[in-house]
């Protein structure tokens, strides 16, 4: 933004230096699953269950996997976040 402000440089000599909205919404779902994953596996361990919560990361997007719901059924089970392919 410096050389934006400073340097006269036009938008487009700094564009590449930035994210693209599509770039910054696979980190953003990337940070989004990681805290589920904690809060999620913290629950669990303070119940004295295992912290047994993971997200995969593939083709399909980004799938929050929570074994302990596996008496609600397979949809409550696999939670998706992010519905493109990383």
């Known amino acids: 933004m410096a ?3 400073f340097a006269a440089d036009f938008r487009d000599a700094v ?4 994210p693209t909205t599509e770039e910054a ?6 940070v989004d699953a990681a805290s589920k994953v904690r809060d999620l596996n913290f ?4 119940e004295g269950k295992g912290a047994t919560v993971t997200a ?3 083709p399909d997007g980004v799938t929050l996997c929570d074994p302990n ?7 409550k089970v696999f939670e998706k976040i992010y519905g493109k392919a990383i």
């Open 15 to 18: 564009a590449s230096l930035y």
């Open 3 to 5: 050389r934006l402000r």
């Open 43 to 46: 629950k669990y361990l303070a």
């Open 25 to 30: 919404c696979i980190t953003c779902a990337i």
């Open 56 to 58: 995969r990361f593939g």
């Open 69 to 75: 719901l596996a008496g609600d059924g397979a949809e």
